[in-house]
């Protein structure tokens, strides 16, 4: 497990110097790239998570395909694999206030501009289309992840026999994967 930290500590090293080039350079192609890179981090961060979580996560398989109950470690377990991204995530996000307000403020600025639209003035009112279109997918996300975790709690109280076999082979090929 140490190599697999250790590496991912040099990808860090790799991935700060990245973030410093694209913002030496200011240029869409180098945040492009940064963000490529920040993908890939997140990917292997993933595996090295689940590799991590490895022997619990096959006790809670194995107790997925009995029926036998799920103890609570079982259900940290599960978290892990499925949604701990998700809370950790909701928990760490510290701008959706400031989006808000922001998507606040620009539709009160299109909603002002639209009343007086001509030709000089109908790129201004584009380019306030433009960023609010920018700031929404950010709330978007932030809700569809909430939604997620909820989703994903209510489900595993009340899991059947089938969901507790999907969820075990999800769990499963995840633990298979190639990406190790």
Sequence with gaps: MTTQTD????????LRT?????LASGTADDFATFERFVNEVEAYTRELQQS?????????IKNLNSSNPLTPDDHDVIRAFMISDAQAYLEHENDFNNWINELKRLVADIETRANNIDRDSIADFRGVLKDAIRVVPDIRNFY????????FEEALLSLDESSRKMLAQVMTEQLRSTNR
């Excluded at 991590?52 to 809670?60: F, I, L, N």
């Excluded at 569809?144 to 989703?151: T, W």
């Design 144 to 151: 569809a992840e909430k939604l997620r975790v909820e989703k």
């Design 7 to 14: 590496q991912l500590g040099d990808t860090i090293q790799d």
């Design 18 to 22: 990245a973030a410093d080039a694209a």
């Design 52 to 60: 991590m979580w490895g022997d619990e996560a096959r006790q809670a």
